[in-house]
């Protein structure tokens, strides 16, 4: 079992940028795709972004693409998500996710492990 805990969120002007951190504890972590996805209110969950459990690649949404960056340090069982030039589109909860999908993928439903989300704030 792998319990997922995401950390960064906040309050920030569109513009500036912030670090969203997942740590993950279980002795698999290494072997996981982990991704991000988000929530706006009223809408529905969606993909942000993915990355192997290698590193080896990753993937990401059109409207995040050269804005934020996917990463992992699998010695601290963590993955992380540099978001930049920050819009007011981006608020939303952001949620880790890991799962085992034989490709990377945007889909929820092939993530087994979730966090409880943090929140992010843009303000225009």
């Known amino acids: 079992q792998v319990q997922l805990v995401e950390s960064g969120g906040g309050l920030v002007q569109a513009g500036g940028s912030l670090r969203l951190s997942c740590a993950a504890s279980?002795?698999?972590?290494?072997?996981?795709?982990m991704g991000w996805f988000r929530q706006a209110p009223g809408k529905e969950r969606e993909f942000v972004a993915a990355?192997?459990?290698?590193?080896?690649?990753?993937y990401y949404t059109d409207s995040v693409k050269g804005r934020f960056t996917i990463s992992r340090d699998n010695a601290r069982n963590a993955v992380y998500l540099q978001m930049n030039s920050l819009k007011p589109e981006d608020t939303a909860v952001y949620f880790c996710?890991?799962?085992?999908?034989?490709?990377?993928?945007?889909?929820?439903?092939?993530?087994?492990?979730w966090g409880q989300g943090t929140q992010v704030t843009v303000s225009s």
């Open positions: 990355i192997r459990s290698n590193s080896a690649r990753t």
């Open positions: 279980g002795r698999t972590f290494w072997s996981l795709v």
């Open positions: 996710a890991g799962g085992r999908p034989l490709q990377l993928s945007d889909a929820h439903d092939d993530y087994d492990y």
